[in-house]
């Protein structure tokens, strides 16, 4: 598979250029960036032959099969639909887009156009969430009643730019963070949030952003999940808790970009640490989008899956926003 990075970004340098080159699978051709300095150097520093700030450029070239757009979020809608009409497949960073109307209309002409769409939700491809969804799905702690979801962190230094100052990029803790507690809980439960009450704030370092939000949805089988994000608790951690009539799972440190964090099942036959496939969540994703490309897998996260999630953090905005009950209206991700 022969790509082009859309935008030279943290997490294309940190995760995504070693995921897509392991084992062979693929090449990366083009960086596209804003600024030609910027594009000359991530370039160089990371061995790819070319460079533009024309979009059009990397994507007439007829030998990228594939785009990784991973540019603040106002842009992932432009970008890729330039990528679809030029016949390119698509993984798109979540979140898909600024609003759920454009996240439908790129998986809608990639959807026309007969290319591959999908979106970077990471945390499906963990060993630790599998394990947590087999857990669920094998009826090891009976119907689900609650869940709790937090992912309250101290936002890392080297990402306190665009995401605590500028809504207009996509900033703030909700479109970065709760998008992808949506996906999980959707992936773990297979269900939907039918309606979500929200609050949100700023905590100490959103400017014109909340930095810090918490959230409760209702599900269609009746459990009730809480969700929790921040940039501002240096020692919160990370987690999932999942709790049935008949068991419940202790997930602890799960909510991250490493393969790390503890399972435990606790039943009344007592307390089990549960074993999970610990390799790369990102080289996992990218293994399943070069599948989906041969119709030999789906990726693992759809672009459905892209705006469903989309849709709830954006409901958990507005939510906090208004002070009112959100109820959700999947009709867009149709
Ligand atoms: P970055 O801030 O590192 O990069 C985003 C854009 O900012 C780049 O495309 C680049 O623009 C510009 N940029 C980068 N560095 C500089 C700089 N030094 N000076 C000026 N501009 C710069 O963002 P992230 O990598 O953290 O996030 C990018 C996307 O990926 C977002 O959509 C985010 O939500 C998503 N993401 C997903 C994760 C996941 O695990 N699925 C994890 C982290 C982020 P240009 O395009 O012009 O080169």
Known sequence: MNWALIGASTIASQYMIGAIRADG??????????????????AKDHGIAKWTTDLAEALSDTAVDAVYISSTNEKHHGQALAAIAAGKHVLCEKPLAMNAADAAEMVRAARDAGVV?????????????????????????????????????????HLRGWRLDNPDAGGGVIPDLTVHN???????????????VAEMATTGLGQGVADSAMSVWAMPSGAMVFSHESFT????????EVHG?????FAQGVMTQEPVGTIRLVTAAGQADIPYDSGSLYQAVISNFNASVTGAAQPSASGTDGIKSLLVALAVHESARTG????????DAA
């Open 117 to 157: 769409f999908a979106t970077n939700h990471h945390l499906r491809a963990s060993g630790s969430h599998g394990a947590i969804r087999a857990l669920i799905a094998g009826g090891k702690i009976g119907r689900v009643l609650s869940m709790r979801v937090f992912h309250a962190v101290e936002l890392p230094m």
């Open 245 to 249: 009539t008949n068991g419940s799972i």
């Open 233 to 240: 608790h240096p020692f919160a951690g990370s987690g999932i």
């Open 25 to 42: 699978a693929g090449r990366i051709g083009w960086v596209v960036s804003g600024s030609d300095d910027r594009a000359a150097g991530y």
């Open 182 to 196: 949506a996906d999980t809980v959707r992936f773990l439960l297979g269900e939907d949030p039918i309606s979500v």
């Open 324 to 331: 009112t009950r959100h109820v959700l209206d999947y009709g």
